[in-house]
């Protein structure tokens, strides 16, 4: 059974940094990617920054580019994500995703999820 375990998040003030982290387990081999989606009340879930686990290429949405980065355990089960100079508008719940999946911002195709982290900042 594939299980992603999520920690990390919490609340900041505007202009802080939070860090969160995912642990997938009971995947065959390792996922070819894993990322980050959020949702913020009353929208869609949308892609933040997804890894490839085999070569590192990574993905970031322009709203947050410059300002998070994803990153990779050695083990390449593990994946990180350092936010920096946060707004109130990244605000969300954030969901580790890991698989095979192909669309940088659309949640469909993600077969496995973590539970979610609450993020938010305040202004």
């Known amino acids: 059974q594939v299980q992603l375990v999520e920690s990390g998040g919490g609340s900041v003030q505007a202009g802080g940094s939070l860090s969160l982290s995912c642990v997938v387990s009971?995947?065959?081999?390792?996922?070819?990617?894993m990322g980050w989606f959020r949702q913020a009340p009353g929208k869609e879930r949308e892609g933040v920054a997804h890894?490839?686990?085999?070569?590192?290429?990574?993905y970031y949405a322009n709203s947050v580019k410059g300002r998070f980065t994803i990153s990779q355990g050695n083990a390449k089960n593990t994946v990180y994500l350092q936010m920096n100079s946060l707004k109130p508008e990244d605000t969300a719940v954030y969901y580790c995703?890991?698989?095979?999946?192909?669309?940088?911002?659309?949640?469909?195709?993600?077969?496995?999820w973590g539970q979610g982290t609450q993020v938010t900042v305040s202004s």
């Open positions: 890894i490839y686990t085999r070569g590192g290429s990574t």
């Open positions: 995703a890991a698989g095979a999946y192909v669309s940088d911002s659309l949640p469909s195709g993600v077969k496995y």
């Open positions: 009971g995947y065959t081999g390792n996922p070819i990617r």
